[in-house]
């Protein structure tokens, strides 16, 4: 079909259509992208770790934010093109609203993503007010690393599941438009695309998310020790393009994730 948008993305999910998406850095990864059928292409502050080689998302600007984005968009005719909100670029809805403005207006992503819960809500309607679609992110929060001491599985505790829903409520009510759920719980998971309206896309987050993403380099084989919840079609296919279009394929017939890329609660 044409180019994906909200109203796409929303229908696939009304339909049941898996959404499938990836993270992309850079013109020519997003182009082969963009030929293997990818819905979405996130240019995510993970950036900071497989391009530049940092240990965490932290150091990521706005401005290499933006510089990535206008290398994938310019590659983009179909799939989505959404840019992550880095470490700081929010600290209040007002310097929120003008980082996002910038990575739409000079990066020219179609969506922002931020991490966060309810306490960002008054940002997500600052944004929807001006016409930008938002794609929230709860579970495992990689700009909170220094808080959560680790990374690791959250909303295994029943408060801590029901904090999650609550959150995932407050984002949906403010006008998010999607909802990335990272290292959850399948089950929970899994009742959250059920109870929300906007779409649901999981990264370790079971099956039973309305969409899958994994960053790039894990699932071409570049990452020497992927995470649990990733597969490296690229250590399975004879180059680039069959690899990312099985992922595609994979994701689009439920049969990626499988039960062994999950977490139980
Ligand atoms: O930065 C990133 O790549 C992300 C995805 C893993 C969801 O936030
Ligand atoms: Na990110």
């Given at each position: 079909?044409?180019?994906?948008?909200?109203?796409?993305?929303?229908?696939?999910?009304?339909?049941?259509?898996?959404?499938?998406?990836?993270?992309?850095?850079?013109?020519?990864?997003?182009?082969?992208?963009?030929?293997?059928?990818?819905?979405?292409?996130?240019?995510?502050?993970?950036?900071?770790?497989?391009?530049?080689?940092?240990?965490?998302?932290?150091?990521?600007?706005?401005?290499?934010?933006?510089?990535?984005?206008?290398?994938?968009?310019?590659?983009?005719?179909?799939?989505?093109?959404?840019?992550?909100?880095?470490?700081?670029?929010?600290?209040?809805?007002?310097?929120?609203?003008?980082?996002?403005?910038?990575?739409?207006?000079?990066?020219?992503?179609?969506?922002?993503?931020?991490?966060?819960?309810?306490?960002?809500?008054?940002?997500?309607?600052?944004?929807?007010?001006?016409?930008?679609?938002?794609?929230?992110?709860?579970?495992?929060?990689?700009?909170?690393?220094?808080?959560?001491?680790?990374?690791?599985?959250?909303?295994?505790?029943?408060?801590?599941?029901?904090?999650?829903?609550?959150?995932?409520?407050?984002?949906?009510?403010?006008?998010?438009?999607?909802?990335?759920?990272?290292?959850?719980?399948?089950?929970?998971?899994?009742?959250?695309?059920?109870?929300?309206?906007?779409?649901?896309?999981?990264?370790?987050?079971?099956?039973?998310?309305?969409?899958?993403?994994?960053?790039?380099?894990?699932?071409?084989?570049?990452?020497?020790?992927?995470?649990?919840?990733?597969?490296?079609?690229?250590?399975?296919?004879?180059?680039?393009?069959?690899?990312?279009?099985?992922?595609?394929e994979a994701v689009k017939a439920r049969s990626?994730?499988?039960?062994?890329?999950?977490?139980?609660?």
């Amino acid at each position: 079909g044409g180019a994906v948008n909200v109203t796409r993305l929303a229908a696939m999910k009304r339909d049941g259509e898996p959404i499938a998406c990836l993270t992309a850095y850079d013109y020519g990864f997003a182009a082969a992208c963009e030929r293997a059928g990818v819905d979405l292409l996130l240019v995510g502050d993970s950036l900071g770790m497989v391009v530049q080689g940092h240990e965490t998302t932290l150091p990521v600007t706005v401005e290499e934010v933006i510089y990535h984005t206008r290398c994938v968009a310019r590659a983009c005719r179909r799939s989505l093109v959404v840019a992550d909100m880095p470490f700081m670029s929010h600290p209040d809805a007002e310097s929120g609203l003008a980082s996002a403005g910038r990575l739409v207006k000079e990066g020219g992503a179609q969506m922002v993503k931020l991490e966060g819960g309810a306490e960002q809500a008054a940002l997500v309607s600052r944004l929807s007010a001006n016409g930008i679609p938002v794609c929230a992110h709860l579970g495992l929060r990689p700009q909170q690393v220094h808080k959560l001491g680790g990374y690791r599985v959250q909303g295994r505790a029943e408060a801590e599941a029901e904090a999650m829903a609550a959150d995932a409520r407050a984002l949906e009510e403010a006008g998010a438009d999607l909802l990335i759920l990272e290292c959850v719980p399948a089950a929970l998971a899994r009742r959250l695309a059920g109870a929300l309206a906007i779409p649901v896309i999981g990264i370790g987050a079971g099956s039973g998310c309305d969409g899958q993403i994994l960053v790039l380099h894990d699932v071409l084989g570049v990452t020497p020790q992927p995470p649990r919840f990733a597969r490296a079609f690229g250590r399975e296919a004879a180059g680039v393009e069959p690899a990312l279009a099985a992922y595609v394929e994979a994701v689009k017939a439920r049969s990626f994730p499988g039960e062994q890329h999950g977490f139980q609660a």
